[in-house]
Structures are given as structure tokens and as C-alpha cells.
């Protein structure tokens, strides 16, 4: 149970740490965000906290998301997550987050939709290995064989197979925070993260 912040991929860079060596890094727009809703054992059978991100036009919302905003004192805002944590008593509605949350040298687990990289067949998507390229096989990149004859007769489900690559929900453990910028909500991390530019993620 870790509390988060959502917020939006900026882009990849590099920055220098104090022996000249280059660091690659991601930067991350993380928060502002507002809690919509306190959820607690005694309400709701177990703790957490609702956060929104991003502030929208209240013409933008529909009438039960405008009353949910309006009890809760905030702004209508577009999205919504939920984190589980273990006390809420620290909480309160409206109460804005940023990134005071995190710490230089931390590590985090970071969530987001992955790039969608289309139709992909067996070898590309599931990281098959390839049939032998000898003279005679007809077995290079083939899926071969998927499934039994007679019994059961059909295709298990689950069956690895050609299909769509990417755009599914991804998440990256142990990414270290390298900088963090308070003023403009701005958190640099070690390494990549799922997804492209200005995708949601949620950093936890």
C-alpha cells in the first residue's frame, strides 16, 4: 500500500551527475492532485484515498461528476485514481498533493499505457525463438503447431498467438528519482518509462 500521484510522461533527456558520467532520464509532469474521496474500513470495508489530476471546465463534466467534485471542494477534474494506504487520517478532502511526496534517491513504481506497436506475429510479440534457417526447413518464423487434434478438438484459450503489440497497461518497478523539481511539479527519474509523451502515468 503506497500512496501516488498521477501525472503526465514529458519526454526523455540526458543529464550529468558529479563525475562526468551521462545519466539518461525521463521527466515527469506529477500533480497537482486533489483528494476527491476518503474511503475507510467502516464505509467501505477497506482504506484509500481518491486523487484527481488535471483541472477541467465544469462544462466539461456530467452532473453526477459535478456533485461528486462539489462535495468533495475541488475543481471538476478529468482524471481519477484510487491508492490504497494503510491510515486516511492524514488526509482530508480537497487537500492538494504534489511532489513533496517523493525524495531524491527514492525508488518507484511507475504505471502507464505501453506504445501500441501494431500486428505483431509469434517470434516479435512473445519473443519466440526462430526454426532452423538450414536448407530444407520450412519452419523459419512459422507459428507451428497450436493445439491438439481430436481431444479437445479446438484451440485453448490463452493460446499464444499473433495479435496486437503494446498499449496495454505497463508498470516499471524500482525506478530511481534523480531530481525533483517542486516548483514546476516536475520528478526526473533514472532510466524509461512506459508509454510516449504526454500519456498519464501514475507514480507510486
Given at each position: 500500500m503506497a500512496l501516488g500521484l498521477l501525472g503526465h510522461k514529458i519526454g526523455m533527456t540526458r543529464i550529468f551527475d558529479n563525475n562526468g558520467d551521462v545519466i539518461p532520464v525521463t521527466?515527469?509532469?506529477?500533480?497537482?492532485?486533489?483528494v476527491t474521496q476518503i474511503k475507510t474500513v467502516e464505509t467501505d470495508g477497506y482504506n484509500a484515498v481518491q486523487l484527481g489530476y488535471l483541472e477541467l471546465s465544469s462544462k466539461?463534466?456530467?452532473?453526477?461528476?459535478?456533485?461528486?467534485?462539489?462535495?468533495?471542494?475541488?475543481?471538476?477534474?478529468?482524471?481519477?485514481?484510487?491508492?490504497?494506504?494503510?491510515?486516511?487520517?492524514?488526509?482530508?478532502?480537497?487537500?492538494?498533493?504534489?511532489?513533496?511526496?517523493?525524495?531524491?534517491?527514492?525508488?518507484?513504481?511507475?504505471?502507464?499505457?505501453?506504445?501500441?506497436?501494431g500486428f505483431a506475429g509469434n517470434h516479435k510479440r512473445h519473443?519466440?525463438?526462430?526454426?532452423?534457417?538450414?536448407?530444407?526447413?520450412?519452419?523459419?518464423?512459422?507459428?507451428?503447431?497450436?493445439?491438439?487434434?481430436?481431444?479437445?478438438?479446438?484451440v485453448l484459450v490463452g493460446k499464444k498467438m499473433a495479435g496486437q503489440l503494446g498499449n496495454s497497461l505497463t508498470t516499471v518497478s524500482n525506478v530511481k528519482i534523480v531530481k525533483i523539481d517542486s516548483t514546476n511539479n516536475l520528478l526526473v527519474v533514472r532510466g524509461s518509462i512506459p508509454g510516449k509523451a504526454k500519456n498519464l502515468i501514475s507514480v507510486k
Open positions: 521527466v515527469i509532469k506529477a500533480g497537482p492532485c486533489f466539461q463534466v456530467k452532473k453526477p461528476q459535478a456533485g461528486h467534485f462539489i462535495k468533495s471542494g475541488v475543481q471538476p477534474l478529468r482524471y481519477i485514481r484510487e491508492y490504497k494506504v494503510e491510515d486516511t487520517n492524514q488526509f482530508e478532502l480537497g487537500q492538494q498533493l504534489d511532489t513533496d511526496l517523493f525524495n531524491v534517491g527514492q525508488t518507484v513504481q511507475i504505471t502507464g499505457k505501453s506504445i501500441g506497436k519473443k519466440f525463438s526462430r526454426g532452423p534457417m538450414t536448407h530444407g526447413s520450412k519452419n523459419h518464423r512459422a507459428p507451428g503447431s497450436i493445439g491438439a487434434g481430436t481431444t479437445p478438438g479446438r
